[in-house]
């Protein structure tokens, strides 16, 4: 009898410890893609699973607004809303971008707002100041923490947005040269022309010769 019972109180064992271990959601990676000044930004997940898990509100140039919802059923996001700003590379202290969530329990709402020609996002110091500095690379702006009530689950939230690229001191004296190659032309036309209204005479010998 106790050989025949050691086999249902060992499955009981087991079940328990199974149970009592931490239950896991598999998180992933969204990444903001913004490398087109026409085109929408593009939204790149790390996995099907993640990509499942995203409605897209809208996107367009400039910009991308979407929900993610929780990894798995009980998880939720009870954290504040976050917004991190994004500077321009030096020396400018113009915003280029941010990224702005908010958290409703199972659901995140995650908008991607980059800026325009105008500088439209403002500067770095009328925003409280900015975290991130562009490098055109892809970089980590925050992570959205899930909870469960005894383990948690990270989503990781990135961006790669151009920069515009300084031009370079060759292309700056060729663009210096070029200016200046017309304005002496634009000179010389004037005098050409200043000649032949005090000279009319000469200019109409010279074409009938």
Not at 28 to 43: A, C, R, W
Not at 80 to 95: F, T
Request: with cysteine; aromatic share 8%.
């Amino acid at each position: 009898m106790l050989r025949n019972s050691s086999v249902p109180i060992t499955a009981l064992a087991a079940l328990t410890l199974t149970l009592l271990q931490p239950f896991s959601a598999a998180a992933g990676t969204i990444t903001f893609s913004d490398l087109s000044e026409t085109g929408p930004v593009g939204v790149i997940t790390d996995t099907v699973g993640t990509a499942s898990r995203i409605f897209i509100l809208g996107c367009g140039p400039e910009f991308c607004d979407l929900e993610l919802r929780s990894p798995a059923a009980g998880f939720f996001d009870f954290n504040p809303p976050q917004v991190v700003y994004i500077k321009e590379e030096a020396p400018s202290d113009l915003v280029s971008d941010y990224v702005f969530i908010m958290p409703r329990f199972d659901v995140v709402e995650i908008l991607f707002q980059s800026d325009n020609d105008n500088g439209n996002l403002g500067t770095c110091s009328s925003v409280g100041g900015c975290s991130i500095i562009e490098d055109g690379s892809v970089q980590t702006a925050l992570t959205v923490t899930w909870q469960n009530g005894v383990t948690t689950a990270t989503d990781t939230i990135k961006f790669e947005s151009d920069v515009v690229p300084e031009p370079p001191l060759a292309g700056l004296t060729l663009i210096a040269l070029v200016l200046l190659s017309l304005s002496r032309q634009s000179r010389q036309g004037s005098a050409m022309r200043r000649f032949i209204a005090a000279n009319p005479t000469i200019v109409s010998i010279r074409q009938r010769n």
